[in-house]
């Protein structure tokens, strides 16, 4: 999910780097940059894109925040290129977590033609039916994905998805501010390190740390151990210093806070900037994928398809997983990409690794509301034996509120006479 | 006759935009998804008791600070005349022109632990002490925010208290303490209950101030009402219900403080 | 007890502008982040070719624009007919143009977003299709508009001569051409306070944007806050700086003028009488 703040800087390293391998190092970095960013070799199928040319045509695409390269850093402006390739307009809006994009498409305030919800959520709009099949025939760059990646649990028979980026969970903490060497879950739980802990914002991935700290899987449906992953984490609550997303980057990079649970790749974007970050993969640990899918409702189906077409093209699939630096499913990319980032086992993990891993699944809806119900109770203070407040606060409002009205009017009307 | 007329076009769209609207929050509030009557969702409102507690005590505390910081400004500014008293009302009116989500956002460099104010602690070695994140940050967002609601209402009540009447005070044996208890704080007692009203009402309701300053887990009550809508589900009809609770508390207010079908309110708001 | 409240007024007025202070020096920061790296420029520059960015100072502007003027022109014909107006149909209205003033802005918000979905649920039945974006913006912020120009409008007429209407109706204007000559510039300040105060506010809007936004464009606000969920851009920050500016002159020469005036009135009588305060409340 989400992001990759700030510094493309790993990137634009990396980058540097290749090229100096490229041209062993004779030319001078500006120009070298500038001979780069022209980017892999585009090799696009002109008669394929240039169908629906000149028809005024716009899609409305929805992703995460900074989860598509937007020319920054030399990298490939990926909706501006579409746009010229093929004349349809991208009105491309960003969302910081699955459960935003599910209310907001959810609510039917607009429809969307493109959107990436994460594996659970795939399955949760898929039984909702508010995703509809792609028509492969119209995305031949399909071929293109890892095989091993294809019909995941969370869309059995590959009908409603298009894999987009993959990554796993991880321990992200300041070597000097954490005087040990971090090697399992429990060190979001040292008190030592209390007002300095970062945990996830969203209910499914903070209890799904907790459950992998107990030991349990991340999709349990038994109430008993969902119970005892809320209390594990309102007994961390007090060394929580905040609950973030993307926020995540400020403070490690700026040495606001000392552990977070986070991902893979946003490490070595962190990294880059702050070199006290070590990261642990603790074992077994979640897996995310990030899929490409069409809404029910979308109006321009075939452009959509175009444009999830365009995105697996190998060159912009490789620019563009540069800027998230997650991992892509597009085999095609992954062999442009430079060895440094293709050969990072943290980032493409051998199959014997990957198997150590969990992806979340769409649990059952009594499931779903127990959680909301016990992360809304672990985030606003415990104090359920206020539950009559509200209730007697109404009655009162209305009592108050009531008589004043009629005494105003009373009052009125004798003022009258 | 027909100078009535004008106010129809106005008359239609507020049935529109403003009674439709607010009935449909009441409709929701009363429904279940299928459409069906339902108590329900008063009911797990209820759940959200100790947020509501919260936002009020946050907001009010916040309320009390901004009369207590405001009024004196207030007063300063009312005792002037002309270019001084003018230009005292801008600098206070000019930071409200920037967008308050960035006025918000810099206030987080400023309390964070290798913020500003934790580096200069830092020099003479105090701290770093937590400041972002806390409720004591969310007041602070809030006080920050709303505290020109507050000076403007009061300003205007106590510009009009002539000179006259305070000289005649004084002229009549009253000290500076009588002249303040006796004289200027009864006769701005409007622009107390109207600045309240101004800084609470946005204050209890708010959620961004929360969100950014409080660290995600000092929720209020609009928190909780953004979540329903385009947060974490689209729940229409829990999140109707809260903010007919939320109206409600407002609504009381205003009776509270004799507000409501006051026939001078315009004068009181702008 | 002078330097007492001197002092403490130096201290609000600190308050007050250190992060509008931050703000601008973060403008000028060669880094992305909140770490000072190096003094810049790049993010003025930047700020004029980023097409999101541009694309939302656009939008925040057409909205405000057209939202204050649709509002200026219902609410002054509101405000003359509520001024014939009388007895309970008069307050029940009055009560209705205070509520979205009074109201929580969040609750309009959500008011509004349950109205347009549900809109477009009926539209679609006759197979219109209605999507969030440029109307529902207008629409939502027309509505949070009329009613500070009526607020500003009506003590004007209130205080207009009423023989002034009369007297050019004996000289034989009808009423149309009593009120477009005559009247309107009785009542001018009002409606120019009304318009500017519904640009300011309709500018200056997040919460009622936010829920009403649609796919295709949003306004700056919402665009900064969803840059506040991962970090702000300082082309957002020199944007603003430049906004400031931009207001800060214009407030000075405002004033300045206003300045003038009041000299050349106090030098004709003494004591300055009461001057129009511009501001926003």
Request: charged content about 15%; overall charge negative.
């Given at each position: 999910?989400?992001?990759?703040?700030?510094?493309?800087?790993?990137?634009?390293?990396?980058?540097?780097?290749?090229?100096?391998l490229?041209?062993?190092?004779v030319?001078?970095?500006?120009?070298?940059?500038?001979?780069?960013?022209?980017?892999?070799?585009?090799?696009?199928?002109e008669?394929?894109?240039?169908?629906?040319?000149?028809?005024?045509?716009?899609?409305?695409?929805?992703?995460?925040?900074?989860?598509?390269?937007?020319?920054?850093?030399?990298?490939?402006?990926?909706?501006?290129?579409?746009?010229?390739?093929?004349?349809?307009?991208?009105?491309?809006?960003?969302?910081?977590?699955?459960?935003?994009?599910?209310?907001?498409?959810?609510?039917?305030?607009?429809?969307?033609?493109?959107?990436?919800?994460?594996?659970?959520?795939?399955?949760?709009?898929?039984?909702?039916?508010?995703?509809?099949?792609?028509?492969?025939?119209?995305?031949?760059?399909?071929?293109?994905?890892?095989?091993?990646?294809?019909?995941?649990?969370?869309?059995?028979?590959?009908?409603?998805?298009?894999?987009?980026?993959?990554?796993?969970?991880?321990?992200?903490?300041?070597?000097?501010?954490?005087?040990?060497?971090?090697?399992?879950?429990?060190?979001?739980?040292?008190?030592?390190?209390?007002?300095?802990?970062?945990?996830?914002?969203?209910?499914?991935?903070?209890?799904?740390?907790?459950?992998?700290?107990?030991?349990?899987?991340i999709?349990?449906?038994?109430?008993?151990?969902?119970?005892?992953?809320?209390?594990?984490?309102?007994?961390?609550?007090?060394?929580?210093?905040?609950?973030?997303?993307?926020?995540?980057?400020?403070?490690?990079?700026?040495?606001?806070?000392?552990?977070?649970?986070?991902?893979?790749?946003?490490?070595?974007?962190?990294?880059?900037?702050?070199?006290?970050?070590?990261?642990?993969?603790?074992?077994?640990?979640?897996?995310?994928?990030?899929?490409?899918?069409?809404?029910?409702?979308?109006?321009?189906?075939?452009?959509?398809?175009?444009?999830?077409?365009?995105?697996?093209?190998?060159?912009?699939?490789?620019?563009?997983?540069?800027?998230?630096?997650?991992?892509?499913?597009?085999?095609?990319?992954?062999?442009?990409l430079?060895?440094?980032?293709?050969?990072?086992?943290?980032?493409?993990?051998?199959?014997?690794?990957?198997?150590?891993?969990?992806?979340?699944?769409?649990?059952?809806?009594?499931?779903?509301?127990?959680?909301?119900?016990?992360?809304?109770d672990?985030?606003?203070?415990?104090a359920?034996?206020l539950?009559?407040?509200?209730?007697?606060?109404?009655?009162?409002?209305?009592?108050?509120?009531?008589?004043?009205?009629?005494?105003?009017?009373?009052?009125?009307?004798?003022?009258?006479? | 006759?027909?100078?009535?007329?004008?106010?129809?076009?106005?008359m239609?769209?507020?049935?529109?935009?403003?009674?439709?609207?607010?009935?449909?929050?009441?409709?929701?509030?009363?429904?279940?998804?299928?459409?069906?009557?339902?108590?329900?969702?008063?009911?797990?409102?209820?759940?959200?008791?100790?947020v509501?507690?919260?936002?009020?005590?946050?907001?009010?505390?916040?309320?009390?600070?901004?009369?207590?910081?405001?009024?004196?400004?207030?007063?300063?500014?009312?005792?002037?005349?002309?270019?001084?008293?003018?230009?005292?009302?801008?600098?206070?009116?000019?930071?409200?022109?920037?967008?308050?989500?960035?006025?918000?956002?810099?206030?987080?460099?400023?309390?964070?632990?290798?913020?500003?104010?934790?580096?200069?602690?830092?020099?003479?070695?105090?701290?770093?002490?937590p400041?972002?994140?806390?409720?004591?940050?969310?007041?602070?967002?809030?006080?920050?925010?709303?505290?020109?609601?507050?000076?403007?209402?009061?300003?205007?009540?106590?510009?009009?208290?002539?000179?006259?009447?305070?000289?005649?005070?004084?002229?009549?044996?009253?000290?500076?303490?009588?002249?303040?208890?006796?004289?200027?704080?009864?006769?701005?007692?409007?622009?107390?209950?109207t600045?309240?009203?101004?800084?609470?009402?946005?204050?209890?309701?708010?959620?961004?101030?929360?969100?950014?300053?409080?660290g995600?887990?000092?929720?209020?009550?609009?928190?909780?009402?953004?979540?329903?809508?385009?947060?974490?589900?689209?729940?229409?009809?829990?999140?109707?219900?809260?903010?007919?609770?939320?109206?409600?508390?407002?609504?009381?207010?205003?009776?509270?403080?004799?507000?409501?079908?006051?026939?001078?309110?315009e004068?009181?708001?702008? | 007890?002078?330097?007492?409240s001197?002092?403490?007024?130096?201290?609000?007025?600190?308050?007050?502008?250190?992060?509008?202070?931050?703000?601008?020096?973060?403008?000028?920061?060669?880094?992305?982040?909140?770490?000072?790296?190096?003094?810049?420029?790049?993010?003025?520059?930047?700020?004029?070719?980023?097409?999101?960015?541009?694309?939302a100072?656009?939008?925040?502007?057409?909205?405000?624009?057209?939202?204050?003027?649709?509002?200026?022109?219902?609410?002054?014909?509101?405000?003359?007919?509520?001024?014939?107006?009388?007895?309970?149909?008069?307050?029940?209205?009055?009560?209705?143009?205070?509520?979205?003033?009074?109201?929580?802005?969040?609750?309009?918000?959500?008011?509004?977003?349950?109205?347009?979905?549900?809109?477009?649920?009926?539209l679609?039945?006759?197979?219109?299709?209605f999507?969030?974006?440029?109307?529902t913006?207008?629409?939502?912020?027309?509505?949070?508009?009329?009613?500070?120009?009526?607020?500003?409008?009506?003590?004007?007429?209130?205080?207009?001569?009423?023989?002034?209407?009369?007297?050019?109706m004996?000289?034989?204007?009808n009423?149309?051409?009593?009120?477009?000559?005559?009247?309107?510039?009785?009542?001018?300040?009002?409606?120019?306070?009304?318009?500017?105060?519904?640009?300011?506010?309709?500018?200056?809007?997040?919460?009622?944007?936010?829920?009403?936004?649609?796919?295709?464009?949003?306004?700056?606000?919402?665009?900064?806050?969803?840059?506040?969920?991962?970090?702000?851009?300082?082309?957002?920050?020199a944007?603003?700086?430049?906004?400031?500016?931009?207001?800060?002159?214009?407030?000075?020469?405002?004033?300045?003028?206003?300045?003038?005036?009041?000299?050349?009135?106090?030098?004709?009588?003494?004591?300055?009488?009461?001057?129009?305060?511009?501001?926003?409340?």
């Amino acid at each position: 999910m989400k992001k990759l703040t700030v510094c493309r800087g790993l990137a634009g390293g990396l980058r540097k780097l290749a090229l100096g391998l490229l041209i062993a190092g004779v030319l001078a970095p500006g120009f070298g940059l500038s001979v780069f960013a022209q980017g892999y070799e585009a090799n696009y199928d002109e008669s394929y894109y240039s169908k629906f040319r000149d028809q005024g045509i716009e899609i409305n695409v929805y992703n995460w925040g900074e989860y598509l390269s937007d020319g920054e850093d030399g990298l490939m402006d990926i909706n501006a290129e579409f746009e010229k390739l093929t004349g349809i307009h991208v009105n491309y809006t960003q969302y910081e977590t699955n459960e935003a994009m599910y209310a907001k498409l959810k609510s039917g305030a607009n429809s969307y033609d493109v959107i990436f919800p994460s594996d659970y959520m795939i399955s949760r709009l898929i039984e909702e039916g508010m995703v509809q099949p792609i028509d492969f025939d119209n995305v031949p760059n399909m071929k293109y994905i890892d095989p091993t990646l294809l019909n995941p649990t969370y869309d059995p028979e590959q009908l409603y998805s298009i894999p987009y980026a993959y990554n796993r969970v991880c321990i992200i903490y300041n070597r000097d501010m954490v005087d040990y060497e971090v090697d399992s879950w429990d060190v979001l739980w040292d008190e030592d390190l209390a007002g300095q802990i970062l945990m996830f914002k969203n209910s499914r991935d903070a209890f799904g740390v907790a459950l992998m700290k107990l030991g349990y899987s991340i999709n349990t449906e038994d109430p008993q151990q969902i119970q005892e992953a809320a209390d594990l984490l309102k007994e961390q609550k007090p060394l929580v210093q905040a609950y973030v997303m993307d926020q995540v980057f400020d403070k490690m990079q700026g040495n606001e806070a000392a552990v977070a649970a986070y991902y893979v790749g946003d490490y070595y974007i962190m990294k880059e900037v702050n070199d006290s970050l070590e990261m642990f993969i603790p074992q077994p640990t979640e897996l995310f994928m990030d899929a490409a899918c069409i809404p029910s409702d979308a109006q321009n189906k075939e452009a959509a398809e175009m444009y999830l077409n365009f995105l697996n093209e190998p060159n912009v699939a490789a620019e563009n997983m540069e800027y998230i630096m997650y991992s892509s499913p597009n085999t095609g990319a992954v062999a442009l990409l430079d060895e440094e980032i293709s050969g990072n086992t943290d980032l493409y993990a051998p199959p014997e690794v990957l198997a150590n891993t969990e992806v979340f699944i769409h649990l059952s809806e009594e499931t779903n509301l127990l959680l909301d119900e016990l992360w809304t109770d672990i985030l606003s203070d415990d104090a359920s034996y206020l539950n009559w407040v509200m209730p007697v606060f109404v009655i009162l409002a209305i009592v108050v509120i009531g008589a004043s009205l009629i005494l105003r009017s009373k009052k009125k009307k004798n003022a009258k006479y | 006759m027909r100078a009535k007329a004008a106010a129809y076009p106005y008359m239609a769209w507020t049935l529109v935009f403003i009674a439709i609207p607010l009935g449909l929050i009441l409709y929701f509030a009363f429904t279940d998804i299928h459409g069906g009557f339902t108590f329900d969702n008063m009911i797990q409102a209820g759940s959200y008791s100790s947020v509501f507690v919260k936002s009020i005590w946050l907001a009010a505390v916040s309320t009390a600070l901004c009369l207590l910081l405001g009024y004196p400004i207030a007063y300063l500014m009312s005792r002037w005349r002309g270019m001084k008293s003018r230009t005292l009302l801008l600098l206070i009116m000019l930071p409200m022109w920037m967008n308050f989500l960035l006025r918000t956002y810099a206030w987080m460099t400023i309390l964070e632990n290798n913020g500003i104010i934790n580096q200069l602690l830092g020099m003479i070695d105090i701290g770093p002490l937590p400041l972002i994140n806390t409720q004591a940050a969310v007041v602070l967002g809030m006080i920050y925010n709303y505290i020109p609601f507050m000076i403007l209402p009061l300003h205007s009540i106590m510009v009009k208290i002539g000179d006259d009447v305070i000289e005649a005070a004084q002229d009549l044996g009253a000290g500076p303490r009588e002249v303040f208890s006796k004289v200027v704080l009864p006769l701005s007692m409007p622009g107390v209950k109207t600045g309240i009203i101004m800084v609470f009402i946005p204050a209890v309701s708010t959620f961004v101030i929360s969100q950014m300053l409080g660290g995600g887990d000092n929720q209020l009550i609009g928190d909780i009402i953004e979540l329903q809508f385009l947060g974490n589900t689209y729940n229409p009809n829990l999140g109707s219900a809260i903010s007919m609770v939320l109206m409600l508390l407002v609504l009381l207010c205003m009776t509270v403080t004799g507000f409501l079908n006051d026939e001078n309110m315009e004068e009181k708001l702008l | 007890m002078r330097w007492i409240s001197k002092t403490y007024l130096g201290v609000f007025l600190a308050f007050l502008y250190a992060p509008i202070a931050i703000l601008i020096f973060y403008s000028f920061n060669e880094a992305k982040g909140r770490t000072f790296t190096g003094f810049t420029t790049k993010w003025y520059v930047e700020l004029f070719h980023d097409a999101a960015v541009f694309d939302a100072l656009m939008t925040t502007l057409i909205v405000a624009f057209v939202s204050a003027a649709v509002a200026t022109a219902m609410g002054t014909a509101a405000a003359i007919g509520l001024n014939k107006m009388n007895g309970r149909l008069k307050s029940v209205m009055m009560n209705f143009t205070y509520l979205p003033i009074i109201c929580p802005e969040i609750i309009l918000g959500v008011s509004f977003m349950l109205l347009f979905v549900s809109a477009r649920g009926v539209l679609s039945a006759v197979s219109i299709d209605f999507q969030f974006g440029w109307i529902t913006l207008i629409l939502s912020h027309i509505t949070f508009n009329v009613p500070f120009v009526i607020l500003n409008v009506l003590p004007k007429l209130r205080q207009m001569d009423k023989s002034l209407v009369d007297a050019a109706m004996d000289l034989g204007c009808n009423r149309w051409q009593a009120f477009s000559k005559v009247a309107i510039h009785e009542i001018k300040p009002g409606i120019i306070a009304g318009f500017l105060m519904a640009l300011t506010f309709s500018m200056d809007d997040f919460i009622i944007s936010y829920f009403t936004t649609g796919a295709k464009h949003q306004t700056l606000s919402v665009l900064i806050y969803s840059m506040t969920k991962r970090r702000v851009s300082p082309e957002i920050n020199a944007l603003s700086t430049l906004i400031f500016v931009v207001v800060l002159t214009v407030l000075l020469i405002y004033n300045l003028m206003g300045w003038k005036k009041e000299k050349q009135l106090k030098m004709r009588r003494k004591g300055g009488g009461s001057f129009e305060e511009i501001d926003r409340m």
